[in-house]
């Protein structure tokens, strides 16, 4: 991102606050966790869930089975990528038959993605239910998807991007808008 005009929208403090509260919407909407599994989209959206799992168990003291999902061979845009995909694993490690499943994912933007990841657990089965839970939902949806636990609904513009940043891959914490219009 560089050369772009950048602004944070979410510092680590406002993320970890912020993943909390989705933590308890879900368990406020999942009887407390009971049956609850979590899948987490590559790569950002594994990040998500894994922190949103850790503290359902600090706060429902229930561990929350959790898997991870690529949906890189589910993409309707797969054809019109130049480079190659690039693959990552996907581990689930429990049977999503007749589970109420929470998709998890750091952004909503077209609603691609997620209708990619439900046809990827559809192939492995019937949940019960799906839900989804995004840290950002910015807009712009080309398909009839909404989340059901949203961190932030943050307007942009066409040419806006939304950047999330995890220690796990970037060496720190932040949301940020990134203009491509800007002239820097």
């Known amino acids: ?3 772009l005009k950048k602004t944070t929208i979410m510092d680590q403090e406002t993320m970890q606050r912020t993943l909390k509260r989705i933590a308890h919407q879900i368990i406020e909407n999942t009887d407390g966790a009971k049956e609850l599994h979590m899948i987490g989209i590559q790569r950002r959206g594994v990040t998500i869930a ?5 503290y359902i168990k600090a706060f429902e003291g229930r561990d929350v089975p959790l898997g ?3 949906i890189t061979f589910y993409r309707d845009d797969l054809s019109k990528d130049s480079e190659q995909p ?11 038959n007749d589970k109420k499943i ?3 994912d750091d952004v909503l933007y ?4 997620a209708r990619a990841a439900m046809d990827a657990i559809m192939d492995m089965g019937r949940p019960d239910c799906i839900k989804f839970a995004v840290l950002i939902d910015r807009g712009h949806r080309e398909l009839p998807i909404r989340a059901d636990f949203v961190g932030k609904n943050v307007p ?5 991007m939304i950047s999330v940043k995890v220690m796990e891959f970037d060496n720190e914490e932040s949301v940020d808008i990134c203009d491509s219009k800007s002239d820097m």
């Open 1 to 3: 991102m560089e050369g």
């Open 102 to 104: 929470v998709l998890v």
């Open 68 to 70: 991870t999902l690529d």
């Open 110 to 113: 077209t609603g691609r993605t």
């Open 50 to 54: 894994k922190r949103i799992a850790s």
């Open 156 to 160: 942009t513009a066409a040419h806006e």
């Open 86 to 96: 690039v693959v990552s694993a996907t581990h689930i490690d429990f049977d999503v």
